[in-house]
């Protein structure tokens, strides 16, 4: 299906178009399964006039993609129970959840599916311990690539900067002015070209602390598909987002 995109201040929203013969005067706004935008037209409607009544109301988009996402969200919430899928690094795995003796319980990436294993099978339990293993994984793979981005930038001295991790609900990452790298540990779910699109971005933050035009040619520099990766998560990252 064609796609097209309109633009507010700060983000691209691409969309679809299909027409229904029932939608006889006005477009309505739609989200298909994959969290994108699509318009449902009249039949006779042009494309060119579709696409300057979303231009124009472009900001009034945005926000309905935002709680239709959220919405969505809700209607997929995940229940962990075993052979359920949950992302990691881009791939979607199966949880295999088992009853174990130990009262810690462990996760472990093994053969194929994320593999739970505790005392205390329960959606709760399992949660709980998903959402930790995600923080180590989060922990252990940022540091390692910010250790890679580091030495790609000359601005950057032999030390590797400071991180720490928290979970955000609309942000991936940010840089303090006294350049401690915040990243969201949820960002792990995503592909790796996307975690390292944001840390390449905040890396870039610890010389040009605003977004203007030195800062993209560091940006540039240290990622060139930086463009992708952050379309990607404005498309994608809700799902990301979901726990
Ligand atoms: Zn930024």
């Given at each position: 299906?064609?796609?097209?995109?309109?633009?507010?201040?700060?983000?691209?929203?691409?969309?679809?178009?299909?027409?229904?013969?029932?939608?006889?005067?006005?477009?309505h706004l739609e989200i298909n399964d994959e969290g994108n935008l699509r318009v449902v037209a009249p039949r006779r409607m042009r494309q060119r006039a579709i696409h300057q009544t979303l231009q124009k109301r472009a900001h009034h988009v945005a926000r309905f993609l935002v709680r239709a996402r959220a919405q969505q969200q809700d209607l997929q919430d995940y229940c962990y129970i075993n052979g359920e899928e949950h992302l990691f690094m881009g791939q979607r795995y199966p949880l295999e959840i088992l009853q174990h003796g130990q009262k810690a319980g462990k996760v472990d990436l093994i053969a194929g599916s994320i593999q739970v294993r505790a005392r205390d099978c329960s959606s709760a339990g399992t949660k709980s311990r998903l959402e930790n293993w995600y923080r180590q994984q989060a922990q252990k793979h940022f540091a390692e690539r910010l250790i890679v981005f580091g030495q790609a930038a000359p601005w950057v001295g032999d030390e590797t900067p400071p991180m720490r991790l928290r979970r955000m609900k609309?942000?991936?990452?940010?840089?303090?002015?006294?350049?401690?790298?915040?990243?969201?540990?949820?960002?792990?779910?995503?592909p790796s070209s996307c975690i390292d699109y944001v840390i390449a971005h905040e890396v870039c933050h610890l010389r040009e602390h605003n977004h203007g035009e030195a800062f993209y040619a560091l940006q540039e520099q240290l990622l060139p598909a930086w463009r992708r990766e952050k379309a990607h998560l404005q498309n994608k990252g809700h799902i990301y987002l979901q726990m």
């Open positions: 299906m064609k796609r097209y995109t309109i633009s507010t201040d700060d983000q691209c929203i691409h969309y679809e178009v299909i027409h229904r013969p029932a939608v006889t005067r006005r477009i609309r942000s991936w990452g940010s840089c303090s002015s006294k350049g401690l790298i915040t990243l969201n540990p949820h960002l792990v779910k995503a």
